[in-house]
């Protein structure tokens, strides 16, 4: 069995190896499928590699003996490679008490737009000024928006700006196993050290702590000692804290106490900006001006699925040896057409916001007063009746709301058109108002 090598040896390894790879693969395939890999740690004569999921998949797949070939002219003692998560344990290498943060996690890496911007701006400012701005903050939205992006963002800015400030960041999964196997066999002291001796504490998809009692009792309290000694606390979940409807009211009321911000799907022109600055970094040529758009128009959910959309279009690009373009996209991307996706949702929230007299972001938010509430359930209505979108997906758009809640606005709407001529004569005006935006747009 080989010896493990320390870290630092094995960043220079991989340094050295990488070297070897640009030289055996074209510069956009290295771009692509081998530069975002990283090493995660090493067993015996295994090296375990870590990156994006669409990437580890295919560089697997592809690339796995190129690797290995390269390891060994690199004149490493390891003969095999194991693509590992980005979040997974590594033997030899891994923090048991702690996540390794995605160094490609920062402020300047994200992209803004009108749904995340509210969302940027308030992680920036805890990330200048911790305990001072917001305390807690609490961001909440759909899975693949950018939350996790932003907690680490702000864990890697305080690294790089506030060496002296102690920072944790960790799933709210990893900490309930933590905090069971603790409770098992290490015992809970050095666990409460770890998490409440600190400055900063970021933690990710709260939500899991949801019907785990136990969990939930210590988080209580390692929250209330670290908000008493005036540390920052930022979480995040996919709904908002009043929906976490099986957590402990005191733990809701409190995730309450500061600021709560929405991050929500990407418009057209974001997603466009996150598959330009994707390609760029990809060092990918594209003659057709328009395939970047279709592909925008294609996928709406968010910016992960928009970067697997991405990835499966260059890597059929790549293998059929055909230029990315418009109808390469169309035949890897089917099924979803133009009237159907986010930019016509858009329009449909726009209209309805502002035929109730109210913005765009008060009709998607959380708002229960009567006219947020009926003009949501009404643009939902005007959704699933005009789209092929399913119940899920037009939930995802609403603010992250689920299949119950769509499907509730749904029925409210229908039991109302034949009761209420006034709100039948206001749907059917809107129908036709986005009918014929559709129509002049095409």
């Given at each position: 069995?080989?010896?493990?090598?320390?870290?630092?040896?094995?960043?220079a390894?991989?340094?050295?190896?990488?070297?070897?790879?640009?030289?055996?693969?074209?510069?956009?395939?290295?771009?692509?499928?081998?530069?975002?890999?990283?090493?995660a740690?090493?067993?015996?004569?295994?090296?375990?590699?870590?990156?994006?999921?669409s990437?580890?998949?295919?560089?697997?797949?592809?690339?796995?003996?190129?690797?290995?070939?390269?390891?060994?002219?690199?004149?490493?003692?390891?003969?095999?490679v194991?693509?590992?998560?980005?979040?997974?344990?590594?033997?030899?290498?891994?923090?048991?008490?702690?996540?390794?943060?995605?160094?490609?996690?920062?402020?300047?890496?994200?992209?803004?737009?009108?749904?995340?911007r509210?969302?940027?701006?308030?992680?920036?400012?805890?990330?200048?000024?911790?305990s001072?701005?917001?305390?807690?903050?609490?961001?909440?939205g759909?899975p693949?928006?950018?939350?996790?992006?932003?907690?680490t963002?702000?864990?890697?800015?305080l690294?790089a700006?506030?060496?002296?400030?102690?920072?944790?960041?960790?799933?709210?999964?990893?900490?309930?196993?933590?905090?069971?196997?603790a409770?098992?066999?290490t015992?809970?002291d050095?666990?409460?050290?770890?998490?409440?001796?600190?400055?900063?504490?970021?933690?990710?998809?709260?939500?899991?702590?949801?019907?785990?009692?136990?969990?939930?009792?210590?988080?209580?309290?390692?929250?209330?000692?670290?908000?008493?000694?005036?540390?920052?606390?930022?979480?995040?979940?996919?709904?908002?804290?009043?929906?976490?409807?099986?957590?402990?009211?005191?733990?809701?009321?409190?995730?309450?106490?500061?600021?709560?911000?929405?991050?929500?799907?990407?418009?057209?022109a974001?997603?466009?900006?996150?598959?330009?600055?994707?390609?760029?970094?990809?060092?990918?040529?594209?003659?057709?001006?328009?395939?970047?758009?279709?592909?925008?128009?294609?996928?709406?959910?968010?910016?992960?699925?928009?970067?697997?959309?991405?990835?499966?279009?260059?890597?059929?690009?790549?293998?059929?040896?055909?230029?990315?373009?418009?109808e390469?996209?169309?035949?890897?991307?089917?099924?979803?057409?133009?009237?159907?996706?986010?930019?016509?949702?858009?329009?449909?929230?726009?209209?309805?916001?502002?035929?109730?007299?109210?913005?765009?972001?008060?009709l998607?938010?959380?708002?229960?007063?009567?006219?947020?509430?009926?003009?949501?359930?009404?643009?939902?209505?005007?959704?699933?009746?005009?789209t092929?979108?399913s119940l899920?997906?037009i939930?995802?758009?609403?603010?992250?709301?689920?299949?119950?809640?769509?499907?509730?606005?749904?029925?409210?709407?229908?039991?109302?058109?034949?009761?209420?001529?006034?709100?039948?004569?206001r749907?059917?005006?809107?129908?036709?108002?986005?009918?014929?935006?559709?129509?002049?747009?095409?």
């Amino acid at each position: 069995m080989s010896d493990v090598p320390p870290r630092q040896d094995l960043e220079a390894l991989w340094r050295a190896t990488q070297d070897r790879l640009k030289a055996s693969v074209p510069g956009s395939t290295y771009s692509l499928w081998l530069e975002p890999l990283s090493p995660a740690g090493a067993d015996a004569d295994t090296l375990y590699l870590t990156g994006p999921e669409s990437v580890r998949t295919w560089a697997e797949r592809r690339y796995a003996k190129l690797i290995v070939e390269a390891l060994a002219d690199a004149g490493a003692d390891l003969t095999r490679v194991v693509f590992a998560g980005e979040r997974a344990a590594v033997p030899g290498h891994a923090d048991p008490h702690g996540v390794e943060l995605n160094p490609n996690y920062t402020f300047d890496r994200f992209v803004i737009g009108p749904g995340n911007r509210l969302a940027h701006g308030a992680a920036l400012a805890v990330a200048e000024a911790p305990s001072e701005a917001y305390n807690p903050l609490f961001l909440h939205g759909p899975p693949g928006l950018g939350k996790t992006h932003l907690l680490t963002a702000i864990a890697n800015y305080l690294g790089a700006n506030a060496p002296g400030l102690s920072v944790r960041y960790a799933t709210a999964e990893s900490f309930t196993n933590e905090f069971v196997t603790a409770l098992k066999s290490t015992g809970v002291d050095a666990f409460k050290a770890r998490y409440r001796d600190i400055d900063v504490l970021l933690i990710d998809d709260v939500q899991f702590l949801e019907g785990k009692a136990a969990t939930e009792e210590e988080f209580f309290h390692t929250f209330n000692a670290l908000y008493e000694a005036g540390s920052q606390l930022v979480l995040s979940a996919d709904r908002i804290p009043s929906e976490l409807s099986t957590l402990a009211a005191r733990l809701r009321d409190r995730f309450e106490w500061g600021l709560t911000v929405p991050v929500e799907p990407p418009n057209l022109a974001t997603r466009l900006t996150v598959l330009r600055r994707l390609v760029k970094e990809s060092g990918i040529e594209i003659a057709d001006s328009g395939a970047l758009s279709e592909l925008a128009h294609r996928i709406d959910a968010n910016v992960r699925q928009l970067h697997g959309a991405l990835t499966r279009v260059l890597a059929h690009a790549s293998l059929m040896a055909k230029p990315l373009s418009s109808e390469l996209i169309a035949e890897v991307i089917p099924g979803v057409s133009r009237s159907a996706t986010a930019t016509s949702v858009e329009e449909i929230q726009q209209r309805v916001a502002e035929d109730f007299g109210i913005s765009r972001a008060e009709l998607i938010g959380s708002s229960r007063a009567a006219t947020p509430l009926r003009a949501r359930q009404v643009a939902i209505f005007l959704t699933r009746e005009l789209t092929d979108l399913s119940l899920p997906q037009i939930g995802r758009l609403y603010g992250g709301r689920d299949h119950s809640t769509v499907l509730n606005s749904l029925r409210r709407v229908e039991a109302s058109l034949g009761e209420d001529d006034e709100l039948s004569g206001r749907v059917s005006e809107l129908r036709q108002t986005i009918h014929s935006y559709d129509s002049g747009s095409a």
